[in-house]
């Protein structure tokens, strides 16, 4: 039987856990993206980069991980597709702070704030990224 059989409430036994580990986020220029990301995030910028191609943030929970991706498109000439809708969220307590923290760091603004709630910007290799209020 699989997983679309199931059909009933119960829990499914399986080995994966509910737990996301990281996320990887496709970047083109590993050492650029570094610099951004630890300067959007207030990071110090000298996270290793491993392999020449993964650099793993230091966050809080669930990870982040840049990646030139070379096994899913990093070695074509346009590199690995970006993230065209926002797969995951930046947490805030101040999102006015946060907007006006980007805006004053020339971040790509992709949306006003909405709802009083998220507002969404564009990295330098136009992955679209969620800011949310927490």
């Keep these: 039987m699989d997983m679309r059989e199931q059909g009933s409430n119960e829990a ?3 080995p994966i856990m ?3 580990g990281s996320i990887f986020v496709p970047v083109k220029d590993i050492e650029k993206s570094r ?6 995030l ?4 000298d996270c290793e980069i491993m392999n020449g191609h ?9 990870g982040l991980i840049l990646d030139t991706m070379p096994m899913w498109g990093g070695k074509e000439p346009g590199g690995a597709p970006p ?3 926002p797969a995951f969220m930046l947490l805030t307590g101040d ?3 946060s907007y006006d923290f980007a ?3 020339q971040v790509n603004m992709v949306t006003d704030i909405q709802h009083d709630h998220w507002f969404v910007i564009k990295d330098p290799d136009d992955n679209l990224l969620m800011v949310c209020r927490e």
């Design 12 to 14: 499914v036994k399986s």
């Design 18 to 20: 509910n737990k996301v």
């Design 35 to 40: 610099d951004w990301y630890c300067q959007l």
């Design 42 to 45: 207030g990071l110090p910028n």
């Design 54 to 62: 993964l650099c793993p943030l230091p966050m809080q929970g669930t």
């Design 83 to 85: 993230i065209k809708t």
């Design 95 to 97: 999102l006015q702070a």
């Design 103 to 105: 805006v004053a760091n």
